[in-house]
């Protein structure tokens, strides 16, 4: 068996992404697509990326030859039979993905290790009926594949102990950080970051802040490369109002993952964003201006409170009404951050797929855990009368545990992660 050998089902965006990835960590990589031809157009676009990284000087011209040589086209899934690992980048469609995991499993050794790059559908599902289920997983690669460190190993309820070992082997091979997760809705980044575009349209339908102050102050207290507004623009209105019905229908339609009205309508007008020139922000000009009219409220609910002043006080800033905008946002992260540490993942796996996934300054729990847990807990309870009792702000039970049993963060040394000198 070629231990080397990494095969990939699907040359678009991601399969040629992860293609481009293996071959430059050293993987023989075969890729398989409908037509040849189209494995062919992929690899000459990863070779157009690497010519433009030896015209930088970032990558030697005999390193972007050895990558390109080790580039293959598979003509059937057969060529995949010595494969130590076989990742699948087919379109987003669960009766495709089982058809060819169902042919794949017949046809590889029975170490291959059978992954998806699914970032909506249920592992379990696309896995029902494998024979063999043990092997096969969620692999889920970021976008560029090439330059996001981040794979979300997903576990499937068949998922065997030495294929989630194996994966974690093929991903530091690939100079990836491997994070572990249970198969479950948006596994875990796509549903924690679901507040941080929520909660800033719920400030936006409540007429409790505008566009720029929400953006700004994502930004510029929370140390976010772009605010949740800008971002949604940049991604697209309409994929990430796609991403949250998908969280929110598979969860059973909880409350606190209800897609917005406001986005729902810039969707169904076609306000998609900077590729339609217009979404949040008008794109026609050099300088992107609101495009979103708010009623403002005369009488907004922030308040200084005392929990408010002692978050601020730990983030070393004032508590001003953009620290409060900033803290609704990343209270109702933390929060789901917290419920996905209690129930699919360990915290550092949370903290680490929101740093390298999402680029967040820092992972939510680790915050938490140096403001102190006991002041989440205050501020979480205000958010929550605040909101009418609203589910997105109830504090959940790992949260509350950690605070009974005086695990309270960095000062005592445990919260939700272990800090030791
Ligand atoms: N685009 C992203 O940002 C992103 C990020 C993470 C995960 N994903 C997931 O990765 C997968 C692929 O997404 P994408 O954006 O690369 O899609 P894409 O549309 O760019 O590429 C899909 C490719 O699959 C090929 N294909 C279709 N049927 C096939 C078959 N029977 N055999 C072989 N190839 C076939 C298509 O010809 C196409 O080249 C999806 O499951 C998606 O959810 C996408």
């Known amino acids: 068996m070629s231990e080397r050998l990494l095969g990939v089902i699907g040359s678009g965006t991601m399969g040629s992404g992860i293609a481009q990835a293996a071959a430059t960590a050293g993987f023989m990589v075969a890729t398989l697509d409908t037509e040849p031809s189209l494995v062919k157009a992929a690899y000459a676009k990863v070779e157009e990326r690497l010519d433009r990284r030896v015209a930088k000087g970032k990558l030697p011209q005999h390193e972007r030859d050895n990558i390109v040589e080790r580039l293959h086209v598979a003509e059937t899934l057969s060529h995949f039979k010595d494969a130590e690992c076989v990742v699948e980048a087919v379109s987003e469609d669960l009766d495709l993905k089982r058809k060819i995991f169902g042919e794949l499993e017949g046809v590889v050794s029975e170490r291959t290790l059978l992954a998806s790059n699914t970032s909506s559908l249920s592992i379990e599902n696309i896995g029902e009926g494998l024979k063999r289920a043990d092997r096969f997983l969620g692999m889920h690669f970021f976008n560029p594949a090439p330059v996001m460190k981040l794979v979300e190993i997903v576990r499937g309820p068949k998922t065997g102990e030495q294929a989630m070992v194996d994966a974690r082997a093929v991903c530091t091979k690939l100079d990836k950080t491997a994070v572990k997760v249970k198969d479950s809705p948006g596994f875990i980044g796509n549903r924690v970051n ?42 697209g209105v309409d994929i990430n109002l796609r991403v949250t019905e998908t969280v929110y229908h598979d969860f059973g339609k909880p409350d606190r993952f209800k897609p917005n009205a406001i986005q729902e309508k810039l969707v169904a007008n076609g306000r998609f964003g900077r590729k339609s020139g217009c979404g949040f922000y008008d794109h026609s000009n050099n300088e992107p201006t609101p495009a979103y009219e708010t009623q403002l409220k005369n009488s907004s609910s922030w308040q200084p409170t005392d929990a408010l002043k002692e978050f601020a006080a730990m983030l070393e800033k004032p508590a001003d009404r953009a620290m409060w905008i900033y803290a609704r946002i990343f209270m109702a992260v933390m929060n789901e951050a917290a419920l996905a540490a209690d129930t699919i993942a360990i915290p550092r796996d949370v903290n680490l797929t929101m740093e390298l996934g999402f680029n967040y300054p820092e992972g939510p729990l680790a915050t938490a855990d140096h403001v102190g847990l006991d002041v989440m807990q205050k501020l979480l309870a205000g958010f929550y009368e605040e909101s009418g009792q609203h589910e997105r702000y109830k504090a959940n039970p790992l949260l ?18 272990y800090h030791t000198l």
């Open 400 to 417: 509350d545990t950690r605070v009974a049993e005086e695990n309270l963060g960095e000062k005592t040394s445990r919260g939700f992660l």
């Open 194 to 235: 679901r507040p941080f575009y929520l909660e800033a349209l719920h400030l936006l339908e409540t007429g409790e802040a505008d566009i720029r102050s929400i953006d700004t102050a994502m930004r510029e207290i929370g140390g976010f490369r772009m605010g949740p507004f800008e971002l949604l623009d940049l991604i």
